[in-house]
C-alpha cells in the first residue's frame, strides 16, 4: 500500500503575491516569533512598506492615517492583538466605514479536537459580535480568499478579517 | 503659560497645507480657528490615537507636513507611540502635546504625576529629531517659524491655559470629517 504525501502549508511567498496582486502598499504590524519568513519576504519586495508598531491598537490608527492620505494598507498581527485593539476598531475601522484587511494570527487555531487556548477560543465570537466578516487562511490553495477579503472591505467599506490558520512554511 | 486659543492661531498662521490631525481639548480650540477644515483631521472617539493617525497621514503624504495637536492626558494614555514615531522617523511630523494646567481635557480631574511627566525627554530618547518646550506666548511665537523649518519628527510640549469655559467640540462627525479630508486629498491629487 502506498501512502500519498500532501504538503499543505502556507508559503509566505503566497500571501505577499497576495498583497502585490491587491496593491498594498504598506503593512503595518507587530513584530513577532511566528512570522519571521513572511518578514524576510515583506522586506525583499520593494512595492511594500513595513511599518512596525508598539501595541496593535497603534495599527489600526496607522492604517486609518494612511488610508484617509490615500494609501493601501493592511494590518498584520494576531489574533491577542485584536482583543488588544479592539476600541481601535470600534472607532477607526468600523465607525469610520474603512476598508481594511486585517491579516491575523490564528493562534490556539486546532481544527480538531479540543482548542485549550483562549485565543483561539475566543477570536471568531469577537469577530461575530463586531459584524466583521473573516476568511480561513491554511494552506497555498486558500491564499486567493485574501482577494476575497479585499475586494469584500472595498465593497462593503468595512474591516474584514483574514484568519491566518498555520504556521509559515519555509 | 499660554492661553490654549492662542496657540491654536499661532499654529494656523504658519500651517499653510499641512494635515491637521487633532484631539481632546486641543481639538476643541483648533476647529474654531482653523481656515482649512477641508485638511483636518478630527479625533472625537479614540482621543490616544492622534500621533498613530498622524504618522500613517505622514508616510501616505510625505511631500506635505503632518501636524499632531495633542493633549498631554490623550499621550500619557499611549506613550508607546512616541517609540513608534521615533522608529518611523517621519521627516514631514510634528507633534504638539499641550499641557493643560487646567486638567480640561479630565474636566478637571487632576492626574497624580502628569505635572512631572518629561514628555520633551521621553521623545528624545524615543528617537525623535528634535524636542523643545515652550510657556511663554512671545517666545512660542518667535519659536514656530524655526519649528516649522525643521526636519522631524519634533515634539512641541506647550504649557497652556485653556479658555474659561472650554469651546464645544465640532459639529461634523468624524466620519465626514475624515470623508472630507480624504474628498481634498484626492481632488489634488486630480488635479497634478
Same mark, same amino acid.
Request: glycine share 6%; aromatic share 6%; hydrophobic share 40%.
Given at each position: 500500500?502506498?501512502?500519498?504525501?500532501?504538503?499543505?502549508?502556507?508559503?509566505?511567498?503566497?500571501?505577499?503575491?497576495?498583497?502585490?496582486?491587491?496593491? *498594498?502598499?504598506?503593512? *503595518?504590524?507587530?513584530?513577532?516569533?511566528?512570522?519571521?519568513? +513572511?518578514?524576510?519576504?515583506? &522586506?525583499?519586495? @520593494? #512595492?511594500?512598506?513595513?511599518?512596525?508598531? /508598539?501595541?496593535?491598537?497603534?495599527?489600526?490608527?496607522?492604517?486609518?492615517?494612511?488610508?484617509?492620505?490615500?494609501?493601501?494598507?493592511?494590518?498584520?498581527? %494576531?489574533?491577542?492583538?485584536?482583543?488588544?485593539?479592539?476600541?481601535?476598531?470600534?472607532?477607526?475601522?468600523?465607525?469610520?466605514? %474603512?476598508? +481594511?484587511?486585517?491579516?491575523?494570527?490564528?493562534?490556539?487555531?486546532?481544527?480538531?479536537?479540543?482548542?485549550?487556548?483562549?485565543?483561539?477560543?475566543?477570536?471568531?465570537?469577537?469577530?461575530?459580535?463586531?459584524?466583521?466578516?473573516?476568511?480561513?487562511?491554511?494552506?497555498?490553495?486558500?491564499?486567493?480568499?485574501?482577494?476575497?477579503?479585499?475586494?469584500?472591505?472595498?465593497?462593503?467599506?468595512?474591516?474584514?478579517?483574514?484568519?491566518?490558520?498555520?504556521?509559515?512554511? *519555509? | 503659560?499660554?492661553?490654549?486659543?492662542?496657540?491654536?492661531?499661532?499654529?494656523?498662521?504658519?500651517? %499653510?497645507?499641512?494635515?491637521?490631525?487633532?484631539?481632546?481639548?486641543?481639538?476643541?480650540?483648533?476647529?474654531?480657528?482653523?481656515?482649512?477644515?477641508?485638511?483636518?483631521?478630527?479625533?472625537?472617539? /479614540? &482621543?490616544?490615537?492622534?500621533?498613530?493617525?498622524? +504618522?500613517?497621514?505622514?508616510?501616505? %503624504?510625505?511631500?506635505?507636513?503632518?501636524?499632531?495637536?495633542?493633549?498631554?492626558?490623550?499621550?500619557?494614555?499611549?506613550?508607546?507611540?512616541?517609540?513608534?514615531?521615533?522608529?518611523?522617523?517621519?521627516?514631514?511630523?510634528?507633534?504638539?502635546?499641550?499641557?493643560?494646567?487646567?486638567?480640561?481635557?479630565?474636566?478637571? #480631574?487632576?492626574?497624580?504625576?502628569?505635572?512631572?511627566?518629561?514628555?520633551?525627554?521621553?521623545?528624545?530618547?524615543?528617537?525623535?529629531?528634535?524636542?523643545?518646550?515652550?510657556?511663554?506666548?512671545?517666545?512660542?511665537?518667535?519659536?514656530?517659524?524655526?519649528?516649522?523649518?525643521?526636519?522631524? @519628527?519634533?515634539?512641541?510640549?506647550?504649557?497652556?491655559? @485653556?479658555?474659561?469655559?472650554?469651546?464645544?467640540?465640532?459639529?461634523?462627525?468624524?466620519?465626514?470629517?475624515?470623508?472630507?479630508?480624504?474628498?481634498?486629498?484626492?481632488?489634488?491629487?486630480?488635479? /497634478?
Amino acid at each position: 500500500m502506498t501512502t500519498e504525501v500532501y504538503e499543505s502549508v502556507l508559503h509566505p511567498q503566497s500571501l505577499v503575491a497576495e498583497l502585490k496582486k491587491n496593491n *498594498v502598499s504598506h503593512v *503595518v504590524w507587530l513584530p513577532d516569533s511566528e512570522t519571521n519568513f +513572511l518578514y524576510n519576504m515583506m &522586506m525583499e519586495e @520593494p #512595492t511594500l512598506d513595513l511599518i512596525p508598531v /508598539c501595541r496593535e491598537g497603534e495599527t489600526m490608527a496607522v492604517a486609518a492615517g494612511l488610508w484617509v492620505g490615500g494609501a493601501n494598507p493592511v494590518v498584520l498581527i %494576531q489574533n491577542t492583538g485584536v482583543f488588544e485593539a479592539g476600541d481601535s476598531i470600534r472607532g477607526l475601522c468600523l465607525d469610520l466605514n %474603512q476598508p +481594511l484587511v486585517m491579516l491575523v494570527g490564528y493562534r490556539g487555531w486546532t481544527r480538531r479536537g479540543p482548542t485549550p487556548d483562549s485565543a483561539g477560543r475566543f477570536i471568531e465570537h469577537i469577530l461575530h459580535a463586531w459584524g466583521i466578516n473573516y476568511y480561513l487562511v491554511e494552506t497555498d490553495d486558500d491564499a486567493d480568499r485574501i482577494s476575497i477579503a479585499f475586494d469584500e472591505s472595498v465593497r462593503l467599506n468595512r474591516p474584514v478579517a483574514v484568519l491566518i490558520g498555520t504556521e509559515f512554511g *519555509v | 503659560m499660554i492661553p490654549s486659543r492662542e496657540v491654536a492661531r499661532a499654529i494656523n498662521y504658519h500651517r %499653510q497645507d499641512s494635515l491637521v490631525v487633532s484631539t481632546s481639548a486641543a481639538l476643541r480650540d483648533w476647529h474654531n480657528v482653523s481656515d482649512r477644515r477641508d485638511l483636518d483631521i478630527d479625533l472625537t472617539d /479614540c &482621543m490616544d490615537r492622534a500621533p498613530a493617525v498622524g +504618522l500613517g497621514l505622514s508616510l501616505a %503624504q510625505p511631500n506635505r507636513r503632518i501636524l499632531v495637536l495633542d493633549c498631554d492626558a490623550t499621550l500619557r494614555t499611549d506613550l508607546a507611540s512616541l517609540v513608534t514615531i521615533g522608529e518611523a522617523s517621519p521627516a514631514n511630523f510634528v507633534h504638539f502635546v499641550l499641557e493643560d494646567a487646567d486638567h480640561s481635557s479630565t474636566d478637571g #480631574t487632576p492626574i497624580r504625576g502628569l505635572d512631572r511627566i518629561d514628555f520633551e525627554g521621553m521623545a528624545r530618547s524615543a528617537g525623535y529629531a528634535h524636542a523643545c518646550r515652550f510657556d511663554n506666548l512671545e517666545e512660542f511665537l518667535i519659536g514656530l517659524e524655526d519649528i516649522m523649518a525643521r526636519t522631524g @519628527p519634533i515634539l512641541v510640549a506647550v504649557k497652556v491655559l @485653556p479658555e474659561p469655559e472650554l469651546p464645544a467640540f465640532p459639529e461634523r462627525t468624524m466620519a465626514d470629517g475624515w470623508a472630507e479630508v480624504r474628498r481634498a486629498l484626492s481632488d489634488e491629487t486630480r488635479a /497634478c
